[in-house]
């Protein structure tokens, strides 16, 4: 009985009593009988579609702009064991993409000089290797990961709701067509997105076994800062989160029968349980209000927890702050161990080679950085990242070019890419959270992380998709889980219905996956006059263009405006720039990379107003007739 009062959201309420038509109570009694295999089946089934949707992208698609260099990166690891490549990125993600690299074996120049795209065109494109080849198998790692990290998105939300629960979140996040994209790719920010949830789901798990867990907890957040330093807002977030975890453990809960925070005449559960059905007095509070309300009592409730898990005489207190500061501190030191061991995988003796200058950062960040209790390399690459930080990046948004950052463009972003149904059913899974009292102790495990990263990736100078916000699905998928409600038989039946309508528009963009934007805003095809770059355009689809260029225009004019990492040239794809020459001299065939298209100014510009749509390829690449 107390193992159940340990942790309040395991706690099920008892579903309303009532007559059940005959056939409803034999469908139900044949699902209970059969509850213990038909949940991993489905599970292994949204995973399966998860995994045959990311391998055939990953089979289809040339490279994007940024995964040569990682995966160059990851050869020069494997083969000559230094940190000289791609600095502003920790090694952690490159060596998983090297485990897959070190497959496919592709011949590799370790004397050849020039910059990191440059070695990236070179091993991919000049040294006698397969391309494609070489690119699924740096992309596997990737794609295993994705579909581990959906096991930890169903467990988190198994945890908090049931089975059925984590049924919804493992849906939403295994048809993601976000997700599918990035997870798809030998990139880094899915392998991020999805070590921050991994932390999370074990720092809450720490509320029953502290010592078991935090540990745990601090690798998967090592793990994160040693694939993308954006993690690195985290870090304060899961410390406190792994405090208030020791404090809320049941060495530190009340003992039974202590007083309850609730205030008094209150039902636990809730006030929907304190008044009989058709008899609730009306909320005066407006829905802001009461969000707002929610939210203030969910913090009350967090902060009374650790409160009473600090009660006591004082040298009894003084005993639980110790144990709570030193589960935070286990947590940042074992993230920190976890990051200098990424860099001794590739080099014992951490030499630091950088094939470009590192560029200097004084004041303040300078001093800030330089204190920090981590590699030389590391420390490096967040130079670098500043100095990216400070270059006057474009951006494109709802169709308006513009040279800087806007700090509301991610989740204008979020909003264009994440599905619907994704969207609704997180937002209301967040406002459940903090509402519902049985889900409120969760609410800082799914909701800080998320908010806090999404924060401070709103404050970035690269407006370039919502790549660098990948965790806000990934948790919206779990908060999604809260949704349903025992007892209010519609919840189910609506998040089922909005499961349902994100299934259709993931199949509905197959195999096209990157340029996905929801029904709201026309869907892929449309995606391209509101965002650019990685939302829509990275550079995938240079193979997609030769085979359409060799079935449908043999023989014709080609000019060509592509922007990706890919060589046109390997593909068999022979066309001229005609930006180089007279408007008047450009006839046939005018194919535009949409990224370029979204640019497009001056003499691109009157190029694409004198020509005449002829189509697209992938939604990413746009043809036009002169």
């Given at each position: 009985?107390?193992?159940?009062?340990?942790?309040?959201?395991?706690?099920?309420?008892?579903?309303?009593?009532?007559?059940?038509?005959?056939?409803?109570?034999?469908?139900?009694?044949?699902?209970?009988?059969?509850?213990?295999?038909?949940?991993?089946?489905?599970?292994?089934?949204?995973?399966?579609?998860?995994?045959?949707?990311?391998?055939?992208?990953?089979?289809?698609?040339?490279?994007?702009?940024?995964?040569?260099?990682?995966?160059?990166?990851?050869?020069?690891?494997?083969?000559?064991?230094?940190?000289?490549?791609?600095?502003?990125?920790?090694?952690?993600?490159?060596?998983?993409?090297?485990?897959?690299?070190?497959?496919?074996?592709?011949?590799?120049?370790?004397?050849?000089?020039?910059?990191?795209?440059?070695?990236?065109?070179?091993?991919?494109?000049?040294?006698?290797?397969?391309?494609?080849?070489?690119?699924?198998?740096?992309?596997?790692?990737?794609?295993?990961?994705?579909?581990?990290?959906?096991?930890?998105?169903?467990?988190?939300?198994?945890?908090?709701?049931?089975?059925?629960?984590?049924?919804?979140?493992?849906?939403?996040?295994?048809?993601?067509?976000?997700?599918?994209?990035?997870?798809?790719?030998?990139?880094?920010?899915?392998?991020?997105?999805?070590?921050?949830?991994?932390?999370?789901?074990?720092?809450?798990?720490?509320?029953?076994?502290?010592?078991?867990?935090?540990?745990?907890?601090?690798?998967?957040?090592?793990?994160?800062?040693?694939?993308?330093?954006?993690?690195?807002?985290?870090?304060?977030?899961?410390?406190?989160?792994?405090?208030?975890?020791?404090?809320?453990?049941?060495?530190?809960?009340?003992?039974?029968?202590?007083?309850?925070?609730?205030?008094?005449?209150?039902?636990?559960?809730?006030?929907?349980?304190?008044?009989?059905?058709?008899?609730?007095?009306?909320?005066?509070?407006?829905?802001?209000?009461?969000?707002?309300?929610?939210?203030?009592?969910?913090?009350?409730?967090?902060?009374?927890?650790?409160?009473?898990?600090?009660?006591?005489?004082?040298?009894?207190?003084?005993?639980?702050?110790?144990?709570?500061?030193?589960?935070?501190?286990?947590?940042?030191?074992?993230?920190?161990?976890?990051?200098?061991?990424?860099?001794?995988?590739?080099?014992?003796?951490?030499?630091?080679?950088?094939?470009?200058?590192?560029?200097?950062?004084?004041?303040?960040?300078g001093r800030l950085v330089d204190l920090l209790p981590l590699p030389g390399a590391y420390r490096a690459g967040m130079r670098v990242q500043f100095a990216l930080e400070a270059y006057p990046w474009q951006g494109y948004l709802f169709g308006h070019l513009y040279t800087g950052s806007l700090w509301y463009?991610?989740?204008?972003?979020?909003?264009?890419?994440?599905?619907?149904?994704?969207?609704?059913l997180g937002a209301a899974g967040a406002v459940a959270v903090v509402a519902a009292r049985r889900l409120r102790p969760a609410s800082p495990y799914l909701l800080l992380p998320p908010g806090v990263l999404l924060a401070a990736a709103m404050t970035g100078s690269r407006d370039f998709g919502t790549r660098y916000a990948l965790f806000v699905p990934v948790f919206l998928a779990v908060a999604a889980a809260c949704v349903p409600r025992p007892g209010r038989r519609w919840?189910?039946?609506?998040?089922?219905?909005?499961?349902?309508?994100?299934?259709?528009?993931?199949?509905?963009?197959?195999?096209?996956?990157?340029?996905?934007?929801?029904?709201?805003?026309?869907?892929?095809?449309?995606?391209?006059?509101?965002?650019?770059?990685?939302?829509?355009?990275?550079?995938?689809?240079?193979?997609?263009?030769?085979?359409?260029?060799?079935?449908?225009?043999?023989?014709?004019?080609?000019?060509?405006?592509?922007?990706?990492?890919?060589?046109?040239?390997?593909?068999?794809?022979?066309?001229?720039?005609?930006?180089?020459?007279?408007?008047?001299?450009?006839?046939?065939?005018?194919?535009?990379?949409?990224?370029?298209?979204?640019?497009?100014?001056?003499?691109?510009?009157?190029?694409?107003?004198?020509?005449?749509?002829?189509?697209?390829?992938?939604?990413?690449?746009?043809?036009?007739?002169?």
């Open positions: 009985m107390m193992a159940r009062e340990q942790h309040l959201v395991l706690t099920r309420e008892p579903a309303a009593a009532g007559p059940r038509p005959a056939a409803g109570r034999r469908a139900y009694a044949w699902l209970r009988r059969r509850r213990r295999w038909l949940v991993p089946l489905l599970a292994a089934l949204l995973l399966a579609q998860m995994a045959a949707a990311m391998v055939t992208t990953a089979v289809q698609q040339t490279p994007t702009i940024d995964e040569p260099v990682y995966v160059a990166t990851a050869t020069d690891y494997l083969h000559e064991h230094r940190i000289r490549y791609n600095p502003e990125h920790p090694p952690l993600g490159k060596l998983l993409i090297a485990a897959g690299v070190a497959v496919a074996g592709p011949h590799y120049d370790p004397a050849y000089t020039g910059t990191q795209g440059d070695v990236g065109r070179h091993l991919l494109y000049e040294s006698g290797n397969d391309p494609w080849r070489v690119m699924l198998w740096a992309r596997l790692p990737v794609i295993v990961l994705t579909l581990l990290f959906g096991l930890v998105a169903f467990a988190f939300a198994s945890e908090l709701t049931g089975a059925a629960g984590g049924l919804v979140a493992l849906a939403l996040y295994a048809l993601s067509p976000d997700l599918i994209a990035h997870g798809s790719l030998a990139t880094l920010d899915m392998p991020m997105a999805g070590f921050v949830l991994t932390s999370a789901w074990l720092v809450w798990r720490a509320r029953r076994r502290p010592a078991l867990y935090l540990p745990l907890a601090g690798a998967a957040l090592g793990a994160a800062l040693a694939t993308k330093m954006s993690a690195l807002p985290a870090v304060p977030v899961l410390m406190a989160l792994a405090a208030l975890s020791v404090l809320a453990s049941p060495a530190h809960r009340p003992e039974a029968g202590a007083p309850s925070t609730a205030a008094p005449g209150k039902d636990v559960r809730g006030e929907r349980d304190a008044h009989p059905a058709g008899a609730r007095p009306r909320n005066p509070l407006s829905l802001p209000a009461r969000a707002a309300l929610r939210t203030a009592l969910s913090a009350y409730d967090a902060l009374s927890a650790a409160l009473s898990a600090l009660a006591g005489p004082p040298e009894a207190r003084r005993r639980k702050t110790l144990r709570a500061l030193a589960g935070a501190v286990v947590v940042g030191l074992v993230a920190v161990a976890v990051v200098w061991a990424a860099y001794l995988a590739v080099d014992p003796r951490l030499r630091f080679s950088p094939a470009e200058p590192v560029p200097a950062l004084h004041g303040l960040r463009y991610l989740p204008a972003a979020l909003l264009v890419k994440t599905p619907l149904g994704l969207l609704v919840t189910a039946v609506a998040t089922a219905a909005l499961v349902l309508f994100t299934a259709v528009s993931s199949l509905r963009t197959f195999p096209y996956y990157l340029p996905y934007s929801n029904e709201a805003f026309g869907g892929p095809a449309r995606t391209h006059r509101l965002l650019h770059d990685s939302n829509v355009d990275w550079g995938q689809d240079l193979g997609r263009l030769a085979d359409r260029l060799r079935q449908r225009y043999p023989g014709e004019r080609v000019w060509l405006v592509y922007k990706g990492s890919g060589v046109p040239s390997y593909y068999g794809i022979r066309a001229a720039d005609p930006r180089g020459v007279p408007p008047e001299r450009v006839h046939g065939l005018l194919v535009v990379s949409d990224s370029a298209l979204a640019k497009a100014r001056g003499r691109l510009a009157e190029l694409v107003a004198g020509s005449r749509p002829a189509g697209d390829v992938g939604h990413s690449i746009s043809l036009f007739r002169r």
